[in-house]
Each structure stands twice: as structure tokens, then as C-alpha cells.
């Protein structure tokens, strides 16, 4: 049921706008809008909080659902429930979700605030500082953020400073912070893909948080954000699932009705045994995406099963959707069919949550363990 309706929501409401979306770099607030009310954006929060207590899973087909039909709006919803919410909810004390939960559910846009310029990969060498007052009522943010999704929409933000440098991680704390207690968008990036998506520099400039916003405890910030990443990863596997899916939902008709030497162009045996091919990608794409997501679900140890979905989820959406502009010829490589889109979209699969290196290295480290 909720596959049917979030597909329906994609084609019906994204869809008409996902070009416009594109070409104009913004987000329209009625897809935003729209995403609150079909209840999406607090797919696992609990009722009272305003959510849909569903699963992990739901929220892995509903990202999935939305990237067939726009990236963009996917991870749009992603970032708000894999990163933002289950941050808070498993994360946050009794005070703060009683506080935050219903409004991320019903009105406010999340961001997660990690990456800096120096600090991609190397994501513990963050430099954002968080100084505490005297009489510890409130700590002082200094510093900036690069790469911010959802961060020109965005009212609450996760953010994660150094309340003591000399610690290294260790100091890394996670603070909710507010959007009208001075965070400023400093600069909006134009990007190849997922241009809807809005993705922005932040600075913080003596940015005062109440205490009570520490989120987790004090230099517990370098492993909240690497567990979420963990569940996060399955959620952009997901949209990479999605997308190549999506690419090949939209190619494939046209190749049976295309006709070149008086027969179907999806007839000729060069073209089906690469559409065969790719079905069998996007199928191993989903089995590790969903095996990863129950692994999550049932309480086992899932953080390599992600590292792989994630890593092989990306190669598929790249490979499957580069294949779509092939299999359409010249249109496919105009922007009136959409196929390139989903291209252009697929290459961030590859960078963010974690690179595709990065995904090789965790998964390394699990074998190192197993066999040294
Ligand atoms: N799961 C749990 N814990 C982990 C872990 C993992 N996958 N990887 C490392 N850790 C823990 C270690 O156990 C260690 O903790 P303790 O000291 O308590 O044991 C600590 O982290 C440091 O370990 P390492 O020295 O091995 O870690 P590192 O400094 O070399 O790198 C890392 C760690 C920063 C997590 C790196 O492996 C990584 O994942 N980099 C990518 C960062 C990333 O994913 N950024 C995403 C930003 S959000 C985003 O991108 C959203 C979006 O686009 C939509
Ligand atoms: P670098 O870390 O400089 O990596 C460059 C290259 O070096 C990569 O190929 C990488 O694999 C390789 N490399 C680096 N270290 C190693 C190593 N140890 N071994 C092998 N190879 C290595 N961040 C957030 O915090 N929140 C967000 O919401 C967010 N959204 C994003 C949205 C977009 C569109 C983009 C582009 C990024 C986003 N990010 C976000 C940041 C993203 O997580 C980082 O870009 C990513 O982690 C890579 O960091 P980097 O760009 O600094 O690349």
C-alpha cells in the first residue's frame, strides 16, 4: 500500500514539475508540502509525535518509489528520515523529541550538518568549534559547513562541532540548532545532478546554543553521526536502486515501439541481452539494498551489507541509466525524454554518504577482521 501511494504521489504531483525542478535548481515548496502531508517525512516517528510509526523498510520504498520518478525530491525525503529524525529519535532525550519530532513530521525541513571544505572523507577532522559559556548555559558555534542538503528549505539543523579540538573525534558533539539562531546559507552550489536538491555552504558565526540542544551527550558526536551513516548509506542505495530503475521503466517501452530496419529496435538480440543484463544488475542492486535493510531490522550487524548495497546500488544507477541514453539513441540524449537526467543524477551515488572508496575501505576492514 504504501509503495502504490508514494508512486502514486511521484507521478502524480513530482512528476509534472521534475523538469522545471531541474532546469530552474529549486525545490517547489509544494512537492515539500506535499511530502508532510502524504506523511513521509516521519516515516518511523511514533504517532504521538506526529509520524507514521512505520519501518526502516517503508522508509527505504518510499525513497526508492521517489527516486524512479525524481532523485532530487528522494533524497530530499532521505536526508529528513534516515539521517535528521532517526537522529533524534534514537538520539535525543525524552525533552527533545517531545519538542522536535512533531515539527519535523508536520512542518520543518532537517538538515545533517557534517562535511566541511577539508573534511570530506576525513569527516572527524571537522574544525567547527563549540565553546561553552562560563556558567554552561549555552555554547558558542564558530566555523562553516559544505555541502549541505536540503539547507536553503531547511529550519532545523544537526549540527556537529568540536567542543574541544585537542581531543580530536573525540570532542565531536551534535547540537539541533535552529535556523533563527543565525545559521546563514552562505553559498548555493550548481551542480551536474540532483539540481532540485538544494546543497549549500553554511557559516556559523558566533551562533549561541542553548545547552539543552547538545544532542547525545558531549563528544558523542563522532559516533552518532557515523552509526546514522551506517543506515543512511541503505537509503541512498535505495535511490540509486530507484533511479536505475526508473531509467529503465522509461527507456524500454520506447525501444518497442522505436523501429529501425523495419522491426523494433528492442527486438534486435545486441539490444535485449543488454536489457537482460541490466535487469539482472538492478535486481542484485535491490536484493543487497533489502538484505541490508533487514539485517537493520532485525537487529543484526548490518554496516558492511550498507557499505556494499550503497556502493553497488551507485555503479548500477550509473551504468543502467548511462545505457538508457544509449538504448534511446539521439533523443535519449536530448533533455525533452528525461533519460539524461537520470544520469546526470546517478554520479552523486558515488560521492556522498560516504564515497564509493570509502564504502570499499569499511567493507575492506571487515575483512581484514574476519581473516587476519
Ligand atoms: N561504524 C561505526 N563506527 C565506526 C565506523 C563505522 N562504519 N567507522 C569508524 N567508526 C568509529 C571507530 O570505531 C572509532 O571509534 P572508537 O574510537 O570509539 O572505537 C572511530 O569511528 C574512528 O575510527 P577510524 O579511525 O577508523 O575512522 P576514520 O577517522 O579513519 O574515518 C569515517 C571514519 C569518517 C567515519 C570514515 O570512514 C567515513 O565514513 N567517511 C565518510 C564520511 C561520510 O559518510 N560523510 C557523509 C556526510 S552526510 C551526507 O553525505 C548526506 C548526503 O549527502 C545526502
Ligand atoms: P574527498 O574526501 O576529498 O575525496 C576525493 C576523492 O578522494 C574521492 O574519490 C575519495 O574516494 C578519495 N579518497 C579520500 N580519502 C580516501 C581514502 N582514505 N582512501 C581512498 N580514497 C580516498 N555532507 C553532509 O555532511 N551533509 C549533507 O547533507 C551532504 N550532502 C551532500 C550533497 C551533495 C550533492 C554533495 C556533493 C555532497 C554532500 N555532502 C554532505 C558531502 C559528502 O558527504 C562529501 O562530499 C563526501 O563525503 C566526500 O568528501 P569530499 O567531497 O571532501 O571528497
Excluded at 289 to 299: F, P, S, V
Aim: aromatic share 8%.
Amino acid at each position: 500500500m504504501l509503495r502504490e501511494s508514494v508512486r502514486r504521489f511521484a507521478t502524480d504531483v513530482v512528476g509534472p514539475k521534475v523538469r522545471e525542478m531541474d532546469e530552474n535548481e529549486m525545490m517547489d515548496p509544494a512537492v515539500i508540502q506535499g511530502l508532510f502531508e502524504q506523511g513521509l517525512m516521519g516515516i518511523e516517528t511514533s504517532a504521538d509525535h506526529g509520524g507514521a510509526e512505520s519501518s526502516f523498510t517503508s522508509a527505504i520504498i518510499a525513497i526508492e518509489e521517489l527516486a524512479k520518478v525524481d532523485p532530487s525530491v528522494s533524497v530530499l525525503c532521505d536526508v529528513h528520515n534516515t539521517l535528521v529524525n532517526t537522529v533524534v529519535r534514537k538520539y535525543g532525550s525524552k525533552e527533545q523529541k517531545d519538542k522536535w519530532l512533531p515539527l519535523l513530521s508536520e512542518t520543518q525541513l532537517g538538515s545533517f550538518c557534517l562535511s566541511e571544505s577539508a573534511s570530506g572523507s576525513d569527516a572527524f577532522a571537522l574544525q567547527t568549534r563549540a565553546v561553552p559559556s562560563a556558567d554552561g548555559s549555552h555554547y558558542t558555534l564558530n566555523g562553516s559547513k559544505m555541502w549541505i542538503t536540503n539547507s536553503w528549505e531547511a529550519e532545523f539543523f544537526l549540527v556537529f562541532a568540536s567542543v574541544d579540538l585537542a581531543k580530536g573525534y573525540k570532542g565531536i558533539t551534535c547540537f539541533i540548532v535552529p535556523k533563527e539562531l543565525g545559521v546563514q546559507v552562505a553559498k548555493k552550489e550548481e551542480k551536474l545532478g540532483i539540481r532540485a536538491s538544494s546543497t549549500c555552504t553554511l557559516s556559523f558565526d558566533d551562533v549561541k546554543v542553548p545547552a539543552e540542544n547538545v544532542l547525545g551527550g558531549v563528544g558523542k558526536g563522532y559516533k552518532i553521526a557515523i552509526e546514522i551513516l551506517n543506515e543512511g548509506r541503505i537509503g541512498i542505495a535505495a535511490q540509486m536502486l530507484g533511479l536505475a530503475q526508473g531509467a529503465f521503466d522509461k527507456v524500454i517501452p520506447y525501444t518497442f515501439e522505436r523501429k529501425q530496419f523495419g522491426q523494433p529496435i528492442g527486438t534486435f538480440q545486441g539490444m535485449q541481452h543488454q536489457m537482460a543484463k541490466a535487469a539482472i544488475d538492478i535486481e542484485a542492486a535491490r536484493l543487497l539494498t533489502y538484505n541490508a535493510a533487514r539485517r537493520k531490522e532485525e537487529g543484526l550487524d548490518f554496516t558492511k551489507e550498507a557499505a556494499m548495497a550503497k556502493y553497488y546500488a551507485s555503479q548500477v544507477a550509473m551504468s543502467v541509466s548511462g545505457s538508457a541514453i544509449e538504448w534511446a539513441g539521439g533523443v535519449g540524449f536530448t533533455r525533452e525524454t528525461g533519460i539524461e537526467k537520470y544520469w546526470r543524477d546517478s554520479k552523486i551515488g558515488a560521492i556522498y554518504e560516504g564515497t564509493s572508496n570509502i564504502q570499499l575501505q569499511t567493507i575492506a576492514k571487515f575483512i581484514q577482521k574476519q581473516y587476519s
